[in-house]
Every structure is written in C-alpha cells, then in structure tokens.
C-alpha cells in the first residue's frame, strides 16, 4: 500500500472506502460492497454469482474498461499482481492505475448560511462536493437549492426547501454547528422521524409521502 505524504491524513469517506481498507474488515466485505452480486443472474449458469466486478466501457472500441468502484491505494505493483487474480482479467493490461481521490470541502458549519450562501457575502453560493455535500445527485441537488435561493430572492420570494425533503435537510444539515464536519450522502437519517414505529419499508414510504405534501405545499405557495 502506497504511504499517505506528510500533508495528508488518511481518514477515509465511509461510503467511498479503498478496496483493501474494505477487505480487511473480513473475508466477505467486498461481497456485501463493490462485488455485490445482487440481481445478477449468471445466464451460463442460471445462478448469482458469489462476487462480481462491474467493467466500465472507457473508449467507443472497447479496449479499455474500468473497474468500478475500485477506490484503491495499492501499489501499482501490487494492483496488477491483485487485480490479475479476478477470474477473467489475468491477462488484462494495465493502461491507467487506480489512485486515491482527495475530497476538497470548506467548513460549512461554520462559513454557509442557509440553501448554500456564504455567511460573510451573501449573494455568493458554494454548492456541490466544495459544500461537503456528497454524490452526484446530492451536488446536483445543491446547487438546486442555491438557484432557488437565488431565484426567490432575486423576485422578492422565500424559496426554502423543508427539512422532511431530502434536498432540504442537506442544506440545512451542511450549516448546522458541527464541530466534526464531514461530507455527507443523502440518507433517510436526516430528515426529522416520524413517531409512529413502522418497519423500514412503510417507514421510508411515510418519510416520501410527507416531503411529496412539504413540496406540493411549496410548489404552490411560489405559483401564488
Ligand atoms: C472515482 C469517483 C467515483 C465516484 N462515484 C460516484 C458514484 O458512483 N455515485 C455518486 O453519487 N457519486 C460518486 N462520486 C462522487 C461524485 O463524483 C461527486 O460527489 C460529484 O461529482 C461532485 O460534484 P461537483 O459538481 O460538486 O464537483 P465535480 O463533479 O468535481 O465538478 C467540478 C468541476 O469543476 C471543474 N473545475 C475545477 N476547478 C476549476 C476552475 N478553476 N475553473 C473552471 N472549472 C474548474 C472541474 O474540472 C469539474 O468539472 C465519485 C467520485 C469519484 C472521485
């Protein structure tokens, strides 16, 4: 495993974790994570696999694939001789290794107001992975937020998203006193629970059907 430099800690994104951080937490980890074989039926067989590795198509001739989800800091050594063990990628050669990608992020408890504008000059908005925001649908999501903000009070409008919507409780979860801040994925956790005691299907279902009604709610306080 290649050693972190001088300047960087290795404290890792939980949903994000190096394959060998992942594997040595147990012999089936990586099972239950990068190679989840779940819903995948093999058609030669006609059953689940133990472990699959998904292959991303990288150019038009499909001579280069990545592995995805191979968040590594292997040696690039050691990546060839591990990875050429996968059934089916011994010969595979190697046109790019896998390196660890650094998460940049402010402090934004202590910088953001609320939908992403900065405390100290409002008008400006850092939005995305910047805002410890993390994901793809989380930073599209964010900067949602801020273009709403922007938009409201560009025409004299207040345009907050409720804490029950997933998008809401981001934004306030990113500016809320924290004094250990780390980057966070939308996750059902976040938005205030409901009393009653349901299982967790009916549970999720309750927290969906009441952010649908907050943004209905919303929707038509702004058409007004
Ligand atoms: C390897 C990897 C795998 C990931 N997989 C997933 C996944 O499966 N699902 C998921 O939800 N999330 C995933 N993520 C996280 C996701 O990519 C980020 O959370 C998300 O892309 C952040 O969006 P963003 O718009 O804030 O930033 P970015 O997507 O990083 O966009 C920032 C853009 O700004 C540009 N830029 C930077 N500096 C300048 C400058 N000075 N001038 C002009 N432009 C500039 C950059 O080139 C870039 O295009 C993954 C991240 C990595 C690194």
């Not at 060839?80 to 940049?104: C, D, T, W, Y």
């Not at 805002?131 to 409201?152: K, R």
Request: charged letters at 20%; one cysteine or more; glycine letters at 8%.
């Amino acid at each position: 495993i290649a050693a972190p430099k001088e300047f960087e800690r290795d404290i890792y994104f939980e949903r994000c974790l190096p394959v060998e951080v992942l594997a040595k937490r147990g012999p089936k980890t990586l099972v239950f994570g990068p190679l989840k074989p779940v819903g995948l039926i093999d058609p030669r067989t006609g059953k689940q696999p133990y472990a699959v590795v998904q292959l991303r198509r990288e150019d038009a001739s499909s001579s280069m694939f990545n592995l995805v989800g191979f968040q590594t800091n292997l040696a690039w050594g050691e990546q060839k001789r591990v990875f050429r063990l996968i059934p089916g990628l011994e010969q595979a050669e190697f046109s790019r290794f896998g390196v660890m990608h650094r998460n940049s992020f402010v402090n934004s408890p202590r910088v953001l107001a609320k939908n992403y504008q900065l405390r100290e000059f409002p008008g400006v908005y850092i939005a995305g992975q910047l805002a410890g925001v993390e994901g793809y649908l989380e930073s599209t999501g964010s900067g949602l937020v801020a273009a709403l903000d922007l938009w409201g009070s560009l025409t004299g409008r207040v345009v907050e998203l409720p804490p029950e919507t997933l998008l809401g409780a981001m934004a306030a979860y990113v500016s809320r006193q924290n004094s250990d801040f780390q980057p966070m994925n939308a996750n059902f956790g976040l938005l205030p629970p409901i009393a009653e005691n349901l299982p967790k299907m009916q549970r999720r279902q309750k927290y969906s059907e009441r952010s649908r009604k907050k943004l209905l709610l919303l929707a038509r306080n702004l058409t007004l």
